[in-house]
């Protein structure tokens, strides 16, 4: 049996706050529930292609109602499109759409901050970042879901305690990555009794696994269940024999109820239909083949589907379940059953919720760091690519400043050019995957309350930086030193602060893109023109002093600009005197301001630059978390 003892707090100043909840007779119980979305129909290629689309509503759960007590182990079944999954996130209050229906718990009205303190919810694919060991992601997940005030010897026991009973503890240092099917959905199992819920839902369990995996599995769930708990699971195409380890069924089909009991009643009621299972035929695949549709028998499959809903709702079946679900919401057995979530608890103080959010931030950067480390390789190369890239564009110049020309001028501003945009876009382009790959289990941890928007940007925010600070900075002592460039070591290290910068905005940007679109591509081939036209008011193709008034603000757009002129005005202020052509009548830049008038630049504006390229830092990254923000609130993949 699994263990579930309450652990004994290590700080005598703060009051024990169990994750144990009493378990009284539990009912949960849900009423007319609809739930209908909106989805976008073209007639034709051309209306689609101009975006004139009409909108179709389509209806996935039709009046459903149902009652589930503690102790159960019940099973959502019913052929593909049925609404099985829905059904599951609709009841656990997980689902972000508009439905129409009531859940309550012993009587009351359940709402979703409610539910998600009281349920666990385990998916049919779990998304986790897979470079973390099992232990890891059981630590990670501790801190996100259990009390802060438990200490680390009793969350370590705790974890211990469920990877031991859930068969798990042989693997525990093992990476997600390299588990078998069975193996991930008892972890993803052991993560949602971190906190022992009184409710948890299950989509879909035993799918993908063998049918001794699957076994396994059920009757850790049917476990579970018997210490007072109420666990629900949607099945798809179970194994024979798999049905008969739970204690109820509910049979759906086009978003109806077709039955609800335990597997004997349903044997009796598909009897008395007339529909009688063969004796070496799988129940559960029997039931749910009444309830599909043929193809090419299309209005016939609806029609018996219906038949059968019809004929359950009349049934005694039918009957008992609805004077259950009216039982359980009668007034008088309300008080008697109160569930301590219903118990209205202080509001949090100021400083708890600061705790928290440290706290999250804390760990997602842990996480996203033990992340970065086990994809060492990946990020090594690139930084090899990006010092021999500054090899590569310095050695051409290597004597480019010992004795400056006319032809010279050209030469420098080149290579300050190439210096600061192979840095923009090395930076811009190296963070597009970054969120794009994390957005499914982002939408789930968020729509599961384990973490906030904030934190987790914020946390990614700091694991770049780093990498923004360092890399350029070698990537700077290249370059200054094989060129040999003006300035020594103040010069230096006023050549080192843009490029730095340069690197940080170009993330920001880069993720403000990742932020913002759901693909690499996508962001990519929206950020080639943005990237054009700000290059274009770098000072090199531009003379930035004769713009034209209704396009010369763009300028201060661009962090090439801001980037090019700070480094420029570093080097051509230190020059004093440009050798002139003999020709008399050839044109003559003789000083370094002159080539920083020729190009646009204004001389005192280093720190204007520096500022500029902060503001793009900070706008970048502002405009990145309300992408993700606004992304979150989506609906996830469950």
Not at 87 to 113: C, H, W
Not at 428 to 443: H, M, Q, S, W
Request: net charge neutral; aromatic share 12%; glycine share 6%.
């Amino acid at each position: 049996m699994i263990f579930f003892g309450s652990v004994q707090m290590q700080s005598e100043s703060v009051p024990v706050v169990p994750c144990e909840v009493p378990r009284k007779d539990l009912v949960l119980t849900w009423k007319n529930i609809s739930y209908t979305i909106k989805k976008k129909v073209s007639d034709n290629f051309l209306r689609g292609f101009f975006g004139k689309q009409r909108i179709e509503h389509v209806e996935l759960l039709n009046g459903v109602n149902g009652v589930a007590k503690s102790g159960t182990l019940m099973a959502i079944m019913g052929p593909s499109g049925a609404g099985k999954t829905t059904l599951l996130a609709t009841i656990s209050r997980r689902i972000k759409g508009d439905t129409v229906g009531d859940i309550f718990l012993n009587g009351q009205p359940v709402d979703q901050e409610q539910m998600a303190r009281m349920s666990g919810f385990v998916p049919q694919e779990d998304l986790a970042v897979e470079s973390l060991t099992v232990e890891e992601h059981m630590e990670f997940m501790a801190r996100m879901k259990m009390d802060r005030r438990f200490r680390a010897a009793p969350r370590k026991e705790r974890i211990a305690n469920i990877l031991t009973e859930l068969g798990l503890f042989k693997c525990r240092n093992s990476k997600l990555s390299a588990l078998s099917g069975g193996e991930r959905k008892r972890v993803a199992l052991a993560v949602q009794l971190l906190t022992e819920p009184s409710l948890l839902f299950c989509d879909e369990p035993t799918t993908g696994l063998d049918s001794y995996a699957a076994m396994a599995v059920t009757r850790t769930l049917r476990e579970v269940a018997t210490r007072g708990r109420i666990v629900i699971c949607s099945l798809h195409q179970p194994a024979s024999g798999l049905l008969d380890l739970f204690h109820e069924v509910v049979l759906l089909t086009a978003g109806r109820v077709a039955f609800q009991g335990t597997t004997k009643e349903a044997t009796q009621f598909f009897n008395g239909l007339g529909l009688h299972c063969p004796t070496t035929f799988n129940s559960a695949e029997y039931y749910v083949s009444q309830l599909s549709v043929i193809r090419g028998k299309e209005i016939e499959s609806y029609r018996k589907a219906r038949w059968i809903c019809d004929e359950f709702n009349k049934s005694r079946f039918g009957q008992s379940v609805a004077t259950a679900i009216e039982d359980s919401c009668k007034k008088s057995n309300i008080d008697e059953t109160l569930h301590p979530v219903f118990i209205e608890r202080p509001v949090p103080t100021g400083d708890f919720k600061k705790v928290r959010a440290i706290t999250q931030f804390e760990w997602l950067t842990w996480r996203a760091y033990v992340d970065y480390k086990r994809n060492f390789t990946h990020l090594f190369l690139r930084f090899i690519l990006y010092m021999n890239i500054a090899v590569f564009v310095s050695t051409p110049y290597a004597s480019v400043m010992v004795n400056i020309d006319q032809r010279g001028i050209q030469n420098v501003q080149g290579l300050i050019y190439l210096v600061v945009a192979e840095t923009a876009f090395t930076f811009n382009y190296g963070v597009f995957y970054t969120f794009p790959r994390e957005l499914p289990f982002l939408l789930r941890d968020i729509a599961s309350d384990l973490y906030h928007p904030a934190p987790y940007y914020i946390s990614k925010i700091a694991i770049l930086m780093p990498g923004a600070i360092f890399q350029p900075l070698l990537y700077s002592i290249l370059v200054f030193n094989i060129v040999g460039l003006k300035g020594g070591f103040l010069g230096f290290i006023l050549f080192v602060i843009p490029l730095v910068l340069s690197a940080a905005s170009a993330s920001a940007l880069g993720c403000l893109m990742s932020a913002a679109f759901q693909s690499v591509a996508t962001a990519s081939l929206f950020s080639v023109p943005l990237d054009f036209i700000t290059l274009m008011f770098s000072g090199l193709f531009l003379h930035l002093g004769n713009l034209p008034a209704h396009i010369a603000w763009l300028k201060y757009l661009s962090q090439f600009y801001y980037g090019t002129e700070a480094v420029s005005l570093l080097q051509w202020r230190q020059i004093d005197h440009i050798d002139c052509p003999p020709d008399l009548e050839e044109p003559c830049v003789s000083t370094g301001l002159g080539v920083l008038e020729k190009y646009g630049y204004e001389p005192d504006n280093y720190e204007v630059d520096i500022l500029g390229l902060l503001a793009i830092f900070a706008l970048g990254h502002f405009a990145g978390f309300l992408a993700i923000r606004s992304r979150s609130r989506k609906e996830p993949v469950y």
